[in-house]
C-alpha cells in the first residue's frame, strides 16, 4: 500500500544532501573538535561553518549560537539556565498557555523544586497568546517570558515581536520556542527583540538530536550541566559534528527553500482546510484562519477519539497526528486544544494534518477522499457517539 505521510510537524524526512554531508563527516573526519592536532581542527572547522550557517540564517553573530541535542535541550537551557544565572534575585517565569511540554514541564518542574514562579498566559479561542496579560503578568520578580513563535499542535503564530518589545522595555529576558517555526517563517534576531531562541533540525529536514540555542549577546545563562567546558561552557560535552553539520545545512537549504516552499505548502493547507471542512465529518478548524503555519491544518471533529482516528488512518495508509494522547486506556485531550476553550469531549477528537516538501496535491486528495469513510467507520465501531 501506498503511504502517505502528512505529519511534518512530528518530523521531516532528512534531505539527501544533509544525509550525505553527515555520511561524509561520519566517513572522512573522525576527530574530537577540541583535539589540536589536524583530525580535531578538521572537525572543529566543520562545527564553525555549520555555526556561521545557522548565525546568518538567523542574523546572530557567531558567538551566540549554542548547539545543544535538540529542542527540549535548549528549551532546559533557557529557561533553567537564565534562572540560575539569577542566583535567586528573580525567579519568575511568565509563559503562554499554550507552550510545548517542554517549556511547560520544565517551568512546572522549577516550580516544584522551588527554584521558580510561574505564571500562565491565556490564549484566545483561535490560539493567539493575550500580550496584555504577558504585560500584566511581569513584576520585580519576573527573570524570563516564553512564548513560542508558532505552535505545534495549531500551527498559530505568535504576535512576539509585541512581547519582545515589552520584555525589552520592562528588563526581563524574551525567550521563544522556534522549534516548529524555524525552516518555515523568517525570523531576524536583529530585528525582533529575543533573548533565547531554540531550533532543532529535525523539523527541517535535517537531522534528530540535534539544535541550538541562540543567546542574544549579553545574555546570562548559566550552564546546566558540567564537564569538560565546550561551547565556551555554555553547553558542555562533546559535539555531534556530524549532526551539527547536518543541522548547518539544513538550515541553509530550507532558507533558499523557504518562499517557494511556503507558498506551495500553504496552497496545500488551504486545500485541506476546505476539503476538511466541507466533508461529511463535523470537523471544526482549530487555530487562527490565516496567522498560521503555512504547513499546519488542525481540526477537532465531533463524536471520535483522536487516539482511534490516527490508528484508523494509518490502516488506510495515512500518517497524521492528533494532539490527545492515550494515557491508560483513557484518552488525554491535548493541553493546547483545551487552552482554546474547546470542551474535554469535543478536544479528545483532534486532527493535525501537516504537509512537507515531498507533499503533492494527489497526497491531500487522497487523504480527503478517505477521511469521510474512516470517520464514518471509526463513528460506527463507537456506540457512545452512535
Ligand atoms: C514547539 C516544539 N518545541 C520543542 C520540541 C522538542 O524538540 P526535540 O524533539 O528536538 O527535543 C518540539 C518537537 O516536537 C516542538 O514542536
Avoid at 553527515?22 to 566543520?46: C, F, K, T, W
Avoid at 507552550?99 to 520544565?106: I, N, P, R, S, Y
Avoid at 550552564?223 to 559534528?241: F, H, L
Avoid at 477537532?300 to 484508523?312: F, H, P, Q, R, Y
Amino acid at each position: 500500500m501506498r503511504r502517505v505521510y502528512l505529519d511534518h510537524a512530528a518530523t521531516t524526512p532528512v534531505d539527501p544532501e544533509v544525509a550525505q554531508a553527515m555520511a561524509r563527516v561520519y566517513r572522512d573526519v573522525p576527530g574530537n573538535p577540541s583535539s589540536i592536532y589536524a583530525e580535531g581542527r578538521a572537525a572543529r572547522a566543520l562545527v564553525d561553518e555549520a555555526r556561521e550557517q545557522v548565525a546568518e540564517a538567523i542574523g546572530a553573530q557567531l558567538s551566540e549560537i549554542v548547539f545543544t541535542s535538540g529542542g527540549t535541550e535548549a528549551d532546559n537551557l533557557a529557561l533553567r539556565g537564565a534562572v540560575k544565572a539569577y542566583r535567586g534575585e528573580r525567579d519568575g517565569i511568565v509563559a503562554s498557555a499554550i507552550e510545548h511540554h517542554a517549556v511547560l514541564d520544565t517551568a512546572r518542574d522549577m516550580v516544584d523544586h522551588g527554584e521558580a514562579r510561574l505564571v500562565l498566559a491565556p490564549v484566545s479561542p483561535q490560539g493567539i497568546a493575550d500580550v496584555a496579560f504577558v504585560a500584566s503578568a511581569i513584576d520585580a520578580r519576573t527573570a524570563i517570558v516564553s512564548v513560542m513563535h508558532a505552535n505545534n499542535e495549531i500551527g498559530t503564530i505568535q504576535p512576539i515581536a509585541a512581547i519582545g518589545e515589552i520584555c525589552r522595555q520592562r528588563g526581563v529576558l524574551f525567550h521563544s520556542d522556534a522549534v516548529q517555526s524555524a525552516g518555515a517563517l523568517e525570523l531576524d534576531v536583529r530585528k525582533v527583540a529575543v533573548d533565547l531562541l531554540s531550533l532543532n533540525a529535525h523539523k527541517f529536514y535535517g537531522p534528530k538530536g540535534v539544535g541550538a540555542l541562540y543567546v542574544r549577546k549579553g545574555t546570562r545563562v548559566a550552564t546546566i550541566q558540567t564537564g569538560g567546558g565546550q561551547e565556551k561552557g555554555r553547553r558542555t560535552g562533546t559535539e555531534n559534528v556530524a549532526g551539527i553539520v547536518g543541522l548547518g545545512l539544513a538550515m541553509t537549504i530550507a532558507v533558499r527553500k523557504r518562499e517557494e516552499e511556503s507558498l506551495r505548502q500553504s496552497i496545500l493547507r488551504d486545500r485541506l482546510i476546505e476539503g476538511v471542512l466541507n466533508a461529511p465529518v463535523f470537523a471544526t478548524l482549530t487555530g487562527h484562519p490565516t496567522m498560521r503555519l503555512p504547513n499546519s491544518a488542525s481540526f477537532v471533529l465531533e463524536g471520535v477519539d483522536g487516539t482511534s482516528l490516527i490508528a484508523a488512518l494509518d490502516m488506510a495508509g495515512f500518517s497524521v497526528s492528533s494532539g490527545s494522547a492515550c494515557t491508560s486506556g483513557d484518552t488525554e485531550p491535548s493541553h493546547v486544544i483545551l487552552a482554546l476553550g474547546i470542551d474535554r469531549e469535543l478536544a479528545k477528537g483532534s486532527l493535525r494534518v501537516t504537509v512537507g516538501r515531498s507533499t503533492t496535491d494527489a497526497d491531500v486528495e487522497a487523504f480527503l477522499a478517505a477521511l469521510p469513510g474512516v470517520v464514518a467507520r471509526i463513528r460506527g465501531s463507537t456506540p457512545v457517539h452512535a
